[in-house]
């Protein structure tokens, strides 16, 4: 009985001690919301489009072991609002610059995936200074031919069940916000300014950057990274073999990407 009353306390003092912490706050028009773990330097977590703040959750009580970590719903994402639906990644890296403004956080590390990903490409091209590190996972720097043929026929009525299904964990306002991102995700189709960087564009990022990509990328293909690799001055790559888009959220990589990701942000390799 004593062993199992010590067990219950050591959890809830755990819980205690690296418990979230949700607010809201006004950014460009949107009520964003996010939500705090931990101290220590500010570490940023921004999710893939369709996901919200919970994709972390599997991470986060050894990050926050670390770092003070800040993990916003993107604007319409999660408990997030946009009632403007407008949606791009230049507005939403405004929307994050905002956020750590109203924290009073001048500079941060971040990790972002796919959107997330391409959110930060935007912020360390906006102002070089900031960021002191970043892990970019699964992202892009321009929307090739392939990647708007698969999104052009995204719709609500054609989706997955199953995505849907896990789409509706994520977002309290049901299928009419789950309809506004698909529309958005599907409208990528026919963007072509928000996401074009060249080389000599991507050469101003000068914080640490480690590039991690799948080399079966369904959205973007291998040379995507590799360009960004060979572009962005202090960057490093790692393909995850026969890996998908966001490899390191499956099981086998899971664990790896934790201890590699934690030993890039305290040494920057």
Same mark, same amino acid.
């Given at each position: 009985?004593?062993?199992?009353? #010590?067990?219950?306390?050591?959890?809830? *003092?755990?819980? %205690?001690?690296?418990?979230?912490?949700?607010?809201?706050?006004?950014?460009?028009?949107?009520?964003?919301?996010?939500?705090?773990?931990?101290?220590?330097?500010? =570490?940023? *977590?921004?999710?893939?489009?369709?996901?919200?703040? &919970?994709?972390?959750?599997?991470?986060?009580?050894?990050?926050?072991? !670390?770092?003070?970590?800040? @993990?916003?719903?993107?604007?319409?994402?999660?408990?997030?609002?946009?009632?403007?639906?407008?949606?791009?990644?230049?507005?939403?890296?405004? !929307? @994050?610059?905002?956020?750590?403004?109203?924290?009073?956080?001048?500079?941060?590390?971040?990790? %972002?995936?796919?959107? %997330?990903?391409?959110?930060?490409?935007?912020?360390?091209?906006?102002?070089?200074?900031?960021?002191?590190?970043?892990? #970019?996972?699964?992202?892009?720097? +321009?929307?090739?031919?392939?990647?708007?043929?698969?999104?052009?026929?995204?719709?609500?009525?054609?989706?997955?069940? &199953?995505?849907?299904?896990?789409?509706?964990?994520? $977002?309290?306002?049901? !299928? &009419?916000?789950?309809?506004?991102?698909?529309?958005?995700?599907?409208?990528?189709?026919?963007?072509?300014?928000?996401?074009?960087?060249?080389?000599?564009? =991507?050469?101003? @990022?000068?914080?640490?950057?480690? @590039?991690? $990509?799948?080399?079966?990328?369904?959205? +973007?293909?291998?040379?995507?990274?590799? &360009?960004?690799?060979?572009?962005?001055?202090?960057?490093? =790559?790692?393909?995850?073999?026969? %890996?998908?888009?966001?490899?390191?959220?499956?099981? #086998?990589?899971?664990?790896? +990407?934790?201890?590699?990701?934690?030993?890039?942000?305290?040494?920057?390799?």
């Amino acid at each position: 009985m004593k062993k199992i009353v #010590l067990i219950t306390f050591f959890v809830l *003092l755990q819980k %205690g001690l690296f418990a979230q912490d949700g607010n809201y706050t006004n950014v460009n028009g949107v009520k964003l919301y996010f939500e705090t773990y931990g101290k220590g330097q500010p =570490l940023v *977590l921004l999710h893939y489009m369709t996901g919200s703040h &919970e994709v972390w959750e599997q991470w986060i009580d050894s990050l926050s072991q !670390d770092y003070k970590l800040i @993990i916003p719903d993107l604007r319409g994402h999660g408990k997030s609002t946009n009632p403007t639906g407008e949606f791009g990644y230049e507005i939403v890296a405004q !929307d @994050i610059y905002a956020l750590m403004d109203e924290l009073e956080i001048e500079n941060f590390m971040a990790m %972002g995936a796919s959107s %997330g990903a391409m959110t930060l490409i935007h912020m360390a091209t906006m102002d070089s200074t900031r960021i002191d590190a970043m892990i #970019l996972i699964g992202g892009t720097i +321009f929307f090739d031919d392939q990647y708007r043929e698969l999104v052009k026929g995204v719709t609500y009525e054609t989706y997955p069940k &199953e995505s849907l299904s896990n789409m509706r964990t994520h $977002h309290p306002d049901g !299928d &009419e916000q789950i309809k506004m991102l698909l529309d958005q995700f599907r409208a990528h189709a026919f963007t072509y300014d928000d996401m074009n960087f060249t080389s000599p564009y =991507l050469s101003l @990022i000068k914080c640490p950057t480690l @590039i991690i $990509h799948g080399d079966r990328d369904k959205y +973007f293909q291998i040379d995507i990274p590799v &360009e960004m690799y060979k572009a962005i001055p202090n960057s490093f =790559l790692w393909i995850f073999p026969n %890996g998908g888009h966001l490899p390191n959220w499956k099981a #086998l990589w899971s664990d790896k +990407f934790l201890e590699v990701s934690k030993l890039f942000f305290s040494e920057k390799l």
